[in-house]
């Protein structure tokens, strides 16, 4: 899809969403992007239109299902990686074949899972995958009290779980997702398994 193509959809999506963008510069190396909160269906074509308008080449997880029938062409062309439930953890590890291998891409993550359904704790895959790669983790969000969506700054971890997950939690303080009751408090289990 060309850019221009690109860039078009991406205002489509804008108008027809309502939403703006409101975004820090586009990183310049590959990063861990977080989808959050992740509270609704819109956020998924809140995701394309700013990685459309920022020109950015992503992949992103979403669950196997998506890949059944007339969809799975789609998915995959816009970055779909698959993601078996039953075995969630074996995509740490595809990830990092990948970017072993050379890909460059911006990997987008989900970690509150389907939104804001679960336990009360985010994932931890996008940690996980940061961590090892040495990829920053790049903070994307949904306001839409503010009715904003873009992306946030880039930290690296350190891997002391607690005071990244602060820092995290402190971004996302004010952003409301598109549906405020489905939003989950940014937490991983090992924070409290660790405590």
């Known amino acids: ?113 389907t939104r804001g359904a679960g336990s009360g704790y985010w994932k931890s895959g996008f940690y996980r995958i940061a961590l090892k790669s040495g990829f920053p983790v790049t903070l994307g969000y949904v306001d839409g009290v503010a009715k904003v969506a873009g992306l946030g700054p880039s930290i690296q971890l350190t891997g002391d779980v607690r005071a990244d997950m602060d820092v995290i939690r402190a971004f996302y303080a004010d952003k409301s997702g598109v549906n405020p009751a489905n939003r989950v408090e940014p937490r991983l289990r090992s924070e409290d398994q660790a405590g």
Do not use: Q
């Open 1 to 113: 899809m060309s850019r221009t193509i690109r860039r078009a959809v991406a205002r489509i999506i804008w108008a027809g969403t309502g939403y703006r963008m409101r975004s820090e510069p586009a990183p310049t190396r590959p990063t861990v992007f977080i989808g959050a909160p992740h509270t609704s269906n819109t956020d998924f074509f809140l995701m394309l239109a700013i990685a459309f308008d920022m020109d950015l080449k992503i992949r992103f997880l979403i669950k196997d299902s998506w890949f059944k029938g007339p969809l799975a062409a789609l998915m995959r062309a816009l970055g779909g990686i698959p993601v078996d439930r039953n075995d969630p953890a074996s995509i740490v590890e595809e990830i990092l074949g990948a970017v072993e291998r050379g890909e460059e891409f911006h990997l987008v993550v989900t970690p509150e899972g």
